[in-house]
Each structure stands twice: as C-alpha cells, then as structure tokens.
C-alpha cells in the first residue's frame, strides 16, 4: 500500500514516536497491575489536555463509540433532551438519545453559523426541562465551530448536564472542561491528537457520575455503558482487555501534546487556519462557513462546474495529496482540507494548496492569486 499525504479532516498524518510506541512490546494489560497505573496516569494527562480535575476514561472503540457511551449511559426511557444542532454530527446525537429510549428535542441553528447563543438563551427561558444537552464543538463535515465556553456555562445554570463532541476541535481550539462546566467531553485518538484511528476518550463529571446512578433502568448497555469503568482502578478490574499497543501510541501522543505546550499548539493551529482562509479567500474561492470558523479544518466550497471527486483523485493521483469532501446535504459541495495536529504544519498546508491549485487549473478554474505564496506570507 501507497499511503498518500492524509490531508483530511481526520485521521490525520502520525508522527514517528507514535507510531513507534504502538510498536513497543507489551505486558497483558488485564493482569499486570503495572498496566492500571500506565492506564490511569494517561488518563490523568488527557486530563490535563482537557483542562479539567474529572476522572477520565480510554475506550476501545473510535470517537463515535465516545458520543454512543455517553447518550447511553446518560438517556433513561424517556428522558427529554436538548440536541443542538446546526450540522450533522449535531443533528445525529438524536439518534444515540432515541436508540436508547430518550425523547430528542432540537434547537436548531443555521447551517452556515455558529449557535446563536442568545437565541438559544430565549429557547430556554421557555422550556429548560431536560436531563442534558448535546453540543458540538466543531462540526467537521462543514467546519463551524461552536462557542461551548458560552453555551455549556448556560446550560448548566438551567440544571442541565452536558455532553460535548470535540472530537475534531480539541488540540486545535482552546477547550477547558471545568471552567466551561462540561459533564461529559469526548474525543477521540485520529483527529488533532495525531494517533491512528481506535480510541475515544472521555471526561465524566461528578453530576453525571451522580446521574447514572441515580437512573431507573440499568443502562441498556456493557460496551457502552460508562459506570461500569467506575472503580476499575479500586478493584484493578478493567470490562474487558485493553488495547495496550493502542493506548501506548495515544499516550505518545498526548505527551507530544503536552511537551509541545497547549497554548504554542493553539497558536500554531489559529496561524495555519488563518493563513489557508486567507489564501483561499484572496484566490477567489469561498468558505462555505459565514461566522464560526474552526481553526482544525477549512471547507471550500466546490467552484461551479466541478466535481468534486474528479478533483479530489486527480489530486492524490498526480500529487499523492488526499484531502476530503463531505457528506450528507454537503455531498458534493465542498471540499475539506483538515489543519490539525500533525497536518498543522506550514510545509504541509503549503504543499497541499499547491497541488489544489495546479489541480484547479488543469479543470480550468485559474485563480486570482497563488495560494500557497498568500498563505506564506500570513503563516511564516
Ligand atoms: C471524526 C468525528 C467523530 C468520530 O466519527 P468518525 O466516524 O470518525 O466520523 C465524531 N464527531 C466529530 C465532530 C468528528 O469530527
């Protein structure tokens, strides 16, 4: 297999030592207690990633295991909950809610713009009676970016717990837990983190610990079922064997994280974004985001007349460059080029919006300015 230069949205490019750590040789995770303290002590340092005191948990599963554990353990028969939805992953946390019996009501938001917090104030002053609500940080099939640090703050005056989906934002744009006063944030391990795809990871508060204890039906679940991971380190008892070479990578990983620092990551993430909305813009090609822009990925839309997967394979083809469309109603509208973590690099962004732009062309759409020379100038 030729692997190409992922420049998508997710999985994004691994570096070296993780992939190396993956590779390392590996005790029996379920019997060597030397494993619950490698296991507990990577949860402490994604704890710190996140910004937050909560007790942390690594599943074996990718990120979407992260939003199904959570609405799993979470929704009891039904339960009303608050789905915040202006892009597709927020629109499909009503399915987990109702596959587990819960009554999804949405606040829905335009398409093309982050939540508009105040409307969203108004909603609830209406009717703020649910057990929790479900936002997403950064919609990845369009690239809006949502401000939880308002949104979440809000909610939780209203007495409603909250479950985040950063999977594509966090690393690339600032995410603190506990001042945000998020019950339960989850992530997962191919995004802005760089490790290859397999793992979730999630942040669970007190008040949500307190609320599946407190539920009337057991959880209707083992895989995802979060309480379950309660006192795994007390009783040195895991729910099933672990994937050790996986979490070894994800611990590489979140140490390059914390080595790098957390503030010099973001800055670097908000200069490369810039950089490539700039370069984009000034080109003559338009952001399909409004007002809500995520520093992790930037979605072009596609110039009339094009196809977007001619594009996109005539880019991996001649160049070896693979970036992404989208999917669901932006089937076919737009292209993706993901900017987080390891792909957060100017060498790599600017090779990429070369190929773009010698790939246009050869499609015929000649455009106002070099790209890749803009997006030098606002990024070195
Ligand atoms: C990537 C991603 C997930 C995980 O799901 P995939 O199957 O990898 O698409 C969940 N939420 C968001 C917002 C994501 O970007």
């Not at 110039?303 to 160049?319: H, T």
């Amino acid at each position: 297999m030729k692997v190409p230069y992922i420049m998508t949205p997710g999985p994004t490019q691994v570096r070296e030592n993780v992939r190396l750590a993956r590779a390392l040789e590996t005790t029996n995770p379920d019997l060597d207690i030397q494993f619950y303290d490698f296991y507990k002590e990577t949860c402490e340092r994604i704890g710190s990633f996140l910004n937050t005191k909560n007790e942390v948990r690594i599943l074996s599963g990718e990120g979407i295991l992260g939003l199904e554990a959570a609405c799993a353990s979470l929704t009891d028969k039904g339960d009303r909950v608050l789905v915040i939805d202006n892009g597709i992953f927020g629109e499909g946390f009503a399915d987990f809610v109702t596959l587990y019996g819960g009554e999804p009501v949405f606040f829905k938001g335009d398409r093309q713009r982050k939540i508009d917090v105040e409307a969203l104030e108004k909603f609830l002053e209406k009717d703020s009676n649910f057990k929790y609500a479900t936002v997403v940080h950064c919609d990845t099939p369009s690239g809006v970016l949502n401000e939880v640090d308002k949104i979440c703050p809000l909610l939780k005056d209203k007495g409603i717990l909250t479950v985040v989906d950063s999977v594509a934002a966090m690393g690339g744009e600032e995410f603190r837990v506990d001042n945000w006063k998020i019950d339960i944030a989850l992530g997962g391990s191919q995004k802005a983190v760089s490790a290859p795809p397999g793992l979730t990871f999630l942040s669970i508060s007190d008040d949500a610990f307190v609320a599946m204890e407190n539920r009337k039906a057991p959880i209707a679940s083992f895989y995802c079922n979060l309480l379950v991971w309660k006192d795994y380190y007390d009783k040195k008892w895991f729910p099933y064997t672990q994937p050790a070479s996986d979490i070894m990578g994800l611990r590489a990983a979140i140490d390059n994280i914390l080595e790098e620092g957390k503030d010099n990551l973001l800055r670097r993430h908000e200069k490369i974004a810039s950089a490539v909305r700039a370069a984009v813009e000034k080109a003559g090609l338009s952001l399909y985001i409004k007002e809500g822009y995520s520093n992790t990925v930037t979605v072009i839309e596609v110039p009339n007349g094009i196809d977007d997967k001619a594009l996109i394979d005539y880019m991996l083809d001649n160049f070896g460059i693979l970036i992404a469309g989208s999917f669901g109603y932006l089937n076919g509208k737009v292209i993706r080029i993901g900017h987080m973590g390891e792909n957060a690099r100017a060498d790599k962004i600017s090779y990429t919006l070369v190929s773009l732009q010698k790939s246009l062309d050869h499609f015929g759409v000649e455009l106002e300015r070099n790209m890749s020379q803009v997006f030098l100038e606002y990024s070195i």
